[in-house]
């Protein structure tokens, strides 16, 4: 049956009128000699579908004010989601009465003043109006083939779209909105000896394929039951642009200047300072974020109200930029520069099978699980290969391989490059949900560490 | 009672809600100034309906009359949804209901009834500590607080009110060798904790963070591990993360029969069928016990997310796998096995969602390794060991979706020879296989060793929900096990 539309939330993120009167509301009940008041709207929903069913869904929403207050070089923030008049008063309050607590904070920024921002995209329609029913709906064309092929199917569906708001007493004012969805499969065989896995996220709902991520977990599924041992240690291999997302993103969530200049970094640079100009990687890696690249939408505006363009992180293996707070920004004589959030990589124009057709012996890993780090010095990240690892022997996949844990680093692994293949969104997170965007090729790397073997199917 | 009427109206067999009024109040330092003083509220309800055998959930945070019927409705209608494609209905196991139930948490004192000027200078007066130590370069601080008062119902006639409180106290020192080669990072040892502002004060962050500035310190010159096999005497500040992801985590019901596939994952502890009663996890002193009840454990309540009060049952029993992780929906699931034991069929009180936006679903409880008969201690461990490594504090984790294969790196490592600790090692990580690193046990510190570890983040589910866990556990040894040197340079 279909959900009646009077129940269903999911369109509902607050406008640009309304966040501007609400964050006028608070900016009128304050004090302080500057405050800055951030606000987030929007429904999620999901659906999770596990042994060929649906399991559990859920569908919230809820909108919270952030009150940041400084007095001087003070500063307090209070958050609440309570929105009539006397609990954002109280809230304001509080923020005040916080920052005259705090003691001067020598790094504390200026409030900007107005600022100027592109336009937002990454709002779909199809996404925000996804009801439960729908949900199913896409559950259903993957639980149904799963069954009929007498394997069982475990996914999950998550839908997000919000509006955030940024405003303060300069007059600063900023509103954007996104939605975003990810759908990912993990379909086992009856016997427990087969896992393939397939997932693909979007900003818009119409360009997912719930069917085709069947088709792709239900063959991975059947090709790697009874896996065998392989010997753990150097190996070529062809990562999908799953497992290349898993391992990048972690280089750009590396990119802090102060933490480089402070010698606690892989972009420290010996003896002082970071690794600005210096060729890290190899030279066909760039790496770039793009708030209004259509797939890497992203919010045009940082927290603090920046405006966000355009950057580039890596350029042919060159460290092109470290992100700057303001503060360490202004200490260093430099133009302050937002962190990397949704990033793009640079590809070839390899497919997955001519990269494998051109190694003689190797793995090709589906995606990556439990990535942590081990040594922040070289960016070193252990984790396990999963769902979907394969022998390549003279140009072929022969067989399935048992599971691997690996030690590695994705700064070597870029520096092992021996071929790459077209970029494509990925769902990088390891939890399935939308995320930021991270679009990345498939790679072949030379000698890429592989430490032990897993039973774990 | 609004939402229950009008999820059984709407056509709901089952029904429950939540009211959740969560605040959290975190500060966080550096050197010496504050980098953020934050005080959050968060406030809403959620209702979770079972109709025909199928969940359905909706929340919101306007909690309105005509709000609170439409969420219910929009439960049940979801729930509708879901059953298209139903093949397994849930079944709830019975359980007794509460009228009138609360239920508080140890807190003596209360953190938000504490001034920000205390805590501001506690933490600073601890950088202050950190920072006379020569060589220790950067430190930072936090302390985090939540109290949450959370009311239930449900449709069997329960009804409760509980308030939680969480503190965690946190410290991490960073050395920076003098020519920037070189970085280490010792984090305190300060366990969160389901306690009041006097977790912080116990926590006594400024007499130790001298200490923990010399074993950053220290760690900048200490010798890079040899590959090979050694015996392992871990701390109890290691050892909890250690049970957490290698016999907490596979003993969750739901993972065993499939339902985290996709992201948590399956286990190895499975099919029940082979494992109860059967499987050896490890040798016969070894007893894994869950509870919600342990004094000032994270995991502590008097009533679960099903309206179930939590009982102490035993996970692994002389070595042997014993019980899993349930719900009421999954406790129907070991009926043959209860049965067998002649025992009542009823849930372990393991339901549990993060916040009232969230749906509940089968959590861990405190998962902790019980004490050895003999009194002894971890010196007692170290001196009986003739080589090998003893590790303090937890650092680097990963473990694959079975539950086998872990890697764990630390905070301190130490050298043994001959029964005495001779140096601190760097760069040491082990590798392990779940049932044999637990049969390898042969030493387990007495009831005098014991220490609750704890953690905010244990993630599980889709969306990922965080859960607070404690693990209590003895100091261990284990023989032979595989470490390898992590400080590679290309």
Known sequence: ?457 | MLALDAARSAGAQYADVRISRNRVQSISTRERRVQGLSDNETFGFGVRTLVGGAWGFAASSELTRDEVARIARQAVAQAQANRAALVRPVVLAPAPATKDGTWRGPAKIDPFDVAIEEKVALLLSANEAALKVSGSRFVNSAMFFLREEKTYANTDGTYTVQTIYRASPTLTVTAVSSDFSDFQSRQSDTAPMGRGYEHVLDAKLVENASRWAEEAVQKLSAKPVEVGRYDLVLHPTHLGLTIHESIAHPTELDRVYGYEANYAGTSFVAPPEQMLGKFRYGPDFMNIQGDRSQDGSLAACGWDDDGVQPETFLIIKNGVVNDYQTTREQANWLDWWYKQQGKPTRSHGCSYAQSWADVQFQRMPNVSLLPGEQNLKWEDLIAATDRGIAIVGDGSFSIDQQRYNAQFGGQLFYEIRGGKITGMLKDVAYQMRTPEFWNAMDMIGGKDSYWLWGAFGDAKGQPSQSNAVSHGCPPTRHRQINVINTGRRA
Request: charged share 20%; proline share 5%; hydrophobic share 40%.
């Open chain 1, 1 to 457: 049956m279909s959900t009646p539309r009077s129940l269903v939330i999911a369109a509902r993120a607050m406008g640009r009128e309304e966040c501007e009167a609400l964050a006028k509301r608070v900016l009128s009940f304050a004090t302080a000699d500057e405050t800055r008041v951030t606000i987030n709207s929007g429904a999620r929903g999901n659906t999770r579908f596990a042994v060929n069913q649906i399991s559990t869904a859920g569908d919230n929403y809820d909108a919270t004010v952030s009150v940041r207050s400084t007095f001087g070089k003070r500063t307090g923030v209070v958050n609440t989601n309570k929105l009539d008049d006397a609990s954002l008063k109280a809230a304001v309050q509080l923020a005040e009465r916080l920052a005259q607590l705090s003691p001067d904070d020598p790094e504390a920024m200026p409030e900007l003043g107005p600022q100027t921002y592109a336009a937002s995209r990454g709002w779909s329609d199809a996404t925000a109006s996804l009801d439960p029913s729908a949900r199913a709906n896409a559950a259903r064309l993957i639980t149904e083939p799963a069954r009929a092929a007498g394997l069982i199917s475990t996914g999950y569906l998550e839908t997000r779209a919000g509006a955030t708001a940024v405003a303060n007493s300069k007059g600063l004012f900023a509103y954007d909105r996104q939605t975003a969805l990810s759908l990912t499969t993990t379909v086992r065989t009856e016997d427990g000896t087969g896992s393939g896995w397939a997932g693909a996220t979007s900003h818009d709902f119409a360009l997912l394929n719930p069917g085709d991520l069947a088709t792709r977990a239900i063959d991975k599924a059947r090709r790697s039951v009874n896996p065998v041992a392989v010997e753990p240690g150097r190996y070529t291999v062809i990562l999908e642009a799953t497992a290349v997302g898993n391992l990048v993103q972690f280089i750009t969530g590396a990119m802090s200047a102060r933490n480089a200049d402070e010698g606690r970094s892989f972009f420290s640079k010996a003896g002082g300072g970071n690794k600005i100009g210096m060729k890290v990687v190899d030279e066909r890696v760039t790496i770039t974020s793009d708030p209004l690249d259509p797939e890497t939408y992203a919010n045009t505006f940082s927290g603090d109200g920046q405006p966000i363009s355009k950057t580039s992180w890596i350029e042919n293996g060159i460290v092109k930029n470290l992100s700057y707070d303001r503060y360490w920004a202004q200490k260093q004589g430099r133009a302050s520069l937002p962190g990397p959030g949704a990033v793009r990589m640079s590809g070839g124009t390899a497919t997955i099978d001519q990269l494998i057709e051109s190694t003689e012996r190797g793995i090709l890993v589906t995606r990556f699980w439990y990535l942590r780090p081990v040594d922040p010095r070289t960016i070193l990240y252990t984790g396990l290969t999963r769902d979907g690892t394969f022998l390549i022997e003279r140009g072929r996949i022969t067989r399935a391989v048992k599971n691997l844990r690996f030690n590695e680093s994705p700064i070597f692994m870029l520096n092992n490059l021996e071929a790459m293949g077209r970029p494509v969104r990925v769902s990088a997170s390891e939890a399935g949900g939308p995320g930021l965007a991270i679009v990345v090729p498939p790679i072949k790397v030379r000698d890429f560490n592989f430490t032990s073997l897993s039973d774990a199917v």
